[in-house]
């Protein structure tokens, strides 16, 4: 991550852009003129679907919740999302959509995870899941087509998840050969895969070539008009126990045939493609899903806690996990927005980084979400319009973490790096820290072009990373603030302690790809690999806080660094003291100004409905 990307123009600060018929993507539900950049549409959004706890609110939490009792997506807030034109919002701008960066995406996405997850997914952040593939490695004409698709209101979806073995694309349950006349016959069937019995394109992983090698899948773009009706049979809704209301269902393909055009890329691509884009997918996950719905859960313990017999007492031990899981979840948002960002501005270097995101912040939020059920004790198990959204968090959240792959797949892409940093400690090796920009939420951004994205880790040789550099820098330069106060003299003892960690963790490393047994390696590794994945999330809190003096007080303070790191030190065995009285306290009332001031409680604080 030694090049340092430049921020960019937003090509949307000019306005909606022409599509490629020369008509327009859908204008505001109101008929008026849709904001041109992504954080302004986020708040629109926010706006178009209300207070959540209105009871005349036809897209709040009482239709949604009913929706999900009658295991239905809620039809007139789909309605509505179409008329916004959420489907834009995953076409790239040059070709007639919105999207320019995925950071401003995840904005755009967040008011609608915080009101229902599986809305999310089955109405929006499923198609970029597919049509990423097609960005990433289709030809003019099969870019334009799914972009006229998206706009026109269309559904496009992917096959590749398979709950009944981990989400193995290559188990894949289609196979494809050569037709005699030319392009193949495609036959096999998948049983769980989101909108199959809704969708009008599919971007589908089908296997080629015998065995497991890299070269064993190709990706193809299927559009059900162009396919034989006898050759294709959508299989029934499967119930789920998360996401109730998004439309899991199945999709069989008997001797279809299937055009030589219908190729996404060249064959034998698939593997490389799913790890190119699962990028994307991860960011987007731990971005948008699981930060969007961490922060409704966590709004319904603050609420549980203030509706209490003694009220919100931020002295207690209430206030205490709530100041724990915000400061949390402002590091969990440091370390997703800092993905996002690079792959927006250097999406060559985002392998690494984005299966760190995924894994770590989906291992955090699953244990606050613990804590916060402990906080609203019998109202966590209430299911009607007031915390019922909880609950259904409860089952939504792990489903969105699983997401694409689970924490195996993360694993895959994780735990090669760690001889990277092997390689670090045996050589000496040091890597520039990664810029800055990273870690400016909502600041100049670039459009990611997803052409840029690399199945494969960029510099191997670098050493210790960028990120973690970032650590080790900001660990140095907080030593130079102990003059502020307390707190910072207390954070300055924790970066340095978890400076010691990746300098622990480097040599830990050597000793272990020393080993002459390495089939050995997997369970020693999978342990690095999780310490390797809080470092990054201690750093990149590190970093969020250094960029934000002089524009956020509470990001620029001390106190939510110091509470979040003391629970990662306690996550990694680190013998640290307690945060200086007071701390948590100071935490908890700026969670509570949040609150009352209807704000969001990532690092964005959003304005709210």
């Known amino acids: 991550m030694n090049n340092s990307p430049t921020a960019g123009t937003d090509p949307a600060a000019a306005g909606p852009p022409a599509a490629p018929d020369g008509g327009r993507p ?14 302004a549409r986020a708040r629109y959004v926010e706006d178009l679907l209300g207070d959540p706890f209105a009871a005349d609110n036809p897209h709040g939490h009482r239709r949604l919740l009913a929706a999900d009792e009658r295991r239905q997506a809620p039809a007139a807030t789909e309605e509505l999302l179409a008329r916004f034109g959420l489907a834009a919002e995953f076409v790239p701008h040059d070709l007639g959509g919105r999207l320019t960066g995925v950071e401003g995406l995840a904005q755009v996405l967040r008011p609608v995870f915080r009101r229902d997850v599986a809305l999310g997914f089955g109405a929006g952040m499923t198609a970029l899941f597919a049509a990423s593939v097609v960005w990433t490695a289709g030809d003019g004409r099969q870019r334009r087509d799914t972009a006229r698709l998206l706009l026109d209101g269309g559904r496009i979806t992917i096959l590749h998840r398979e709950f009944a073995h981990a989400n193995a694309i290559l188990r894949g349950e289609y196979t494809a050969r050569p037709a005699p006349g030319g392009g193949y016959v495609v036959d096999g069937r998948k049983d769980v895969v989101i909108n199959a019995d809704r969708a009008d394109a599919f971007v589908a992983y089908v296997r080629t070539a015998p065995g497991d090698g890299p070269d064993s899948h190709s990706v193809f773009l299927l559009r059900t008009d162009r396919l034989p009706g006898h050759a294709v049979q959508r299989l029934p809704r499967a119930r789920t126990h998360g996401m109730r209301g998004a439309h899991y269902a199945g999709l069989a393909l008997t001797a279809c045939p299937v055009g030589a055009d219908a190729l996404l890329g060249q064959p034998g691509q698939g593997v490389s493609l799913s790890l190119r884009t699962f990028q994307v997918s991860r960011a987007l996950v731990s971005g948008g899903a699981l930060v969007g719905g961490m922060d409704s859960a966590l709004r319904y313990a603050v609420r549980a806690a203030g509706e209490s017999r003694r009220g ?16 949390d979840l402002l590091a969990c948002d440091s370390l997703a ?32 979400l613990d804590e916060l059920a402990a906080v609203l004790g019998a109202h966590g198990y209430d299911r009607g319009p007031a915390y019922g959204g909880f609950q259904k968090l409860v089952r939504d959240l792990p489903v969105a973490g699983l997401g694409h792959a689970g924490t195996a797949d993360t694993q895959a892409v994780l735990v090669p790096h760690l001889r990277t940093l092997a390689h670090a400690a045996w050589h000496g090796d040091a890597a520039r820290e990664a810029p800055a920009a990273l870690f400016t939420p909502a600041e100049g951004h670039a459009a990611l072009d997803f052409r840029r994205l690399d199945a494969e880790p960029r510099d191997p040789r670098e050493g210790c990373d960028g990120l973690l550099a970032v650590l080790l820098g900001a660990a140095a330069r907080l030593d130079g603030e102990r003059a502020r106060g307390p707190r910072f003299a207390a954070l300055a003892d924790l970066a340095g302690a978890f400076a010691a960690e990746v300098h622990h963790l480097t040599r830990r490393c050597a000793r272990l790809f020393a080993r002459p047994d390495t089939h050995a390696l997997a369970p020693a590794a999978y342990v690095l690999a999780d310490r390797y ?46 945060p200086p009285d007071g701390t948590a306290q100071d935490v908890a009332g700026h969670l509570l100004d949040r609150y009352r001031g209807g704000r969001s409680f990532d690092l964005y604080g959003m304005p709210l409905a």
Do not use: M
């Open 337 to 368: 927005v800092a993905g996002l960002r690079l792959l927006d501005l250097a999406p060559q270097h985002a392998l690494i980084p984005s299966a760190a995101v995924k894994y770590a912040v989906s291992a955090l939020l699953n244990e606050d």
């Open 312 to 327: 919100l007492v931020l002295r207690g031990r209430r206030g205490r996990v709530l100041a724990g899981v915000f400061a």
């Open 26 to 39: 859908p204008a505001a539900p109101d008929g008026g003129r849709l904001p041109g950049d992504a954080p």
């Open 533 to 578: 994945c809080l470092l990054l999330a201690a750093a990149a809190c590190l970093a969020v806080r250094e960029n934000a003096a002089g524009r956020d007080g509470l990001l620029a303070g001390a106190d939510w660094a110091l509470l979040a790191l003391t629970r990662f030190a306690r996550r990694l065995g680190l013998q640290v003291p307690d």
